[in-house]
């Protein structure tokens, strides 16, 4: 489901860092005012799995006694600066800088708020649970707290309660409960209660599977897709959020495949957020995404990046969706 | 603060491993008809930390190609083998064990749901998750699930709010957030709303240290502690179980003695709680339990235990507490 070509014969940590290393500051360069090679960079880092960059960031700091983070933070600039950091992060330490900057950030709509939806619903119980641990080590405050200090109720509650869940990973589904608590989230969607007790219970604790027939019988029982009823409550920051909470836990790809094409249409581009996708789920559902892209839109995922994005910003997106630069 | 004594220079895991298969099944003890060795498996378990333990359980799976767990449930027996094999147990899968038990039981008592409580408030964050995490891999449902299958409103709000947390580890305290919240905290419990959002929100993000001012100030502030307070919403479980819920956040070694004593007073023993308080907290705060229980009773936890139990179960609690035997 990933879409970054990994060599099927990589070379050492060793190798890539000493290639790394090279391409940021090798004298050659330097002396011919050729500068930073970014295009070997692109090379090593966007085809390379998060195992192997775990390695590569261990290796470079055994090797040069510096971090690889700070060297690229150093070399490198703008957009394609901060794509190529947040690759290198451990994702669970990406994330949990995304959501800091999220929630730190003075505008509080959709475009932040969405960051800390996708991570609590969008990725697995043991990333998140890395993110939450990797959050408190870097801010010395929990997730949880950070988002009581910086969102105001009920989107608090609803946050708080789906950023906790440690939901079973493997598929088991009970369809009598599925219905009945269709039934249930039906009742507080019309009641407009977006933070019931009960629809927060069943969103942060049940299993993704068990969600996705509860979703499918509410269609079937009530003949209108939950997110369409959720929208249906008021044209909000709380209904917005929990359209992407829906989509999230139901149909990641249809929901990252939206945050891009909302990330190019109109004028001008949010970097941000077309970085955050392209990285986050790159390894993950990108195959997906991009065919979930082409069904929503009629056009390819790849032309939009293609026609939006320039230089090595474009090369490096375009290398994690698997073209070779 | 742990009980346990540790050899200075403890034998290696290959050499436990060896006494511990020799003290099972032994030939010599076969023939000479003196079956298991319970002292040399006392001796040597009730001396081990859990990272020992841990290294003993794998050495023997390596040696024996069998479950040293399986071993002592095949050698041992009634309470005794019980306390070793939960003693033996990695303590996250122990705990995970504890609260399936307390969760399937048919009564739904304070004896049954203080154990949810313990793991969720008395423990550190990173085994909280652990707990969780082995809960899923043992049980195929997550805790929190059980939860909702089995205890009702509004004890199912609480403790799921709870076990889901993630508190930061350290201590970072504001003391105007403390007097504030213990001013929501108040309001809450004046209404006798012991699931009101903003109590558990309060209780199941903040840091034990936060918490602990916050306690501190109701206190204060208001001329009677907040367990007092609750006690005073009513009678019942609910009641009940947030008293120790604030006594595992606040003062653990209180909530820890008040279980041995509660396991011993009157006719019989409830050796299932002693066994557990004994063994969760031998090595996290034995010691300040143990003070902390003279300070209530003015008598000797020690004498307690010894009072109250027998044979090798009573040698192995008090090696865990600490004896020569």
Redesign the interface.
Known sequence: MTTIRIPQVAPSPDKDCEAINNACKSDCCLVLGLGTDEKALIRILGCRNAAQRRLIRDTYHQIYNSSLIDCLNDELSGDFRKAVILWTYEPWERDARLANEALKSRRKNLTELQVVAEIACATS??HL?AV??AY?SLF??????DI?SNVSLPLQ?IL??LV???????E?VDSSMAKMEAAKLREAIQAKKLDD?ELL?IL????TFQLRKTFQLYKDDYGTSIEKDIMACGKGIVESVMKVVIWCLDTPEKHFAEVIRASIVGLGTDEDSLTRAIVARAEIDMMRVRAEYFNANKSSLDNAVIGDTSGDYKDFLMTLLGAKI
Do not use: W
Request: glycine share 0%.
């Open positions: 119980p043991h649970v939450r641990q408190c010395h405050t929990s997730l949880e707290e009581i509650k708080v309660s906790s869940s440690y939901r079973y990973d493997k088991a007790d219970r942060s604790t049940r299993n």
